[in-house]
């Protein structure tokens, strides 16, 4: 089993950077593939990026293609994403998700959730 902690969301300008961070604790951090999804307020939960058990290999929806950038340090047990060009629509809380295989974008594959972290983008 893993715990997972988001930290990093705030309130920005459109244009501007935000680094999303997701703790884990618990066992065998390095043996989940891990994800970020996002939900903004009146829509579905989205898939936004995903990574492999090592780094090796990640997954972006294409509206964040180019602007936000998933990465891991097994290290720290912890996982990051990067996003840049931050955008309206970007709004959403945004909560990071455990599981045992990649790829995936279903939620329902996601074993293990944090209570995610609000970001909001102003024009």
């Known amino acids: 089993q893993v715990q997972l902690v988001e930290s990093g969301g705030g309130l920005v300008q459109a244009g501007d950077s935000l680094r999303l961070s997701c703790a884990a604790s618990?066992?065998?951090?390095?043996?989940?593939?891990m994800g970020w999804f996002r939900q903004a307020p009146g829509k579905e939960r989205e898939f936004v990026a995903g990574i492999s058990e090592n780094g090796g290999s990640t997954d972006y929806v294409d509206s964040v293609k180019g602007r936000f950038t998933i990465s891991r340090d097994n290290a720290k047990n912890t996982v990051y994403l990067q996003m840049n060009s931050l955008k309206t629509e970007d709004t959403a809380v945004y909560s990071c998700?455990?599981?045992?295989?990649?790829?995936?974008?279903?939620?329902?594959?996601?074993?293990?959730w944090g209570q995610g972290t609000q970001v909001t983008v102003s024009s």
């Open positions: 618990g066992r065998a951090f390095s043996s989940y593939a």
């Open positions: 998700a455990a599981r045992w295989s990649y790829p995936g974008r279903r939620s329902s594959d996601y074993a293990y």
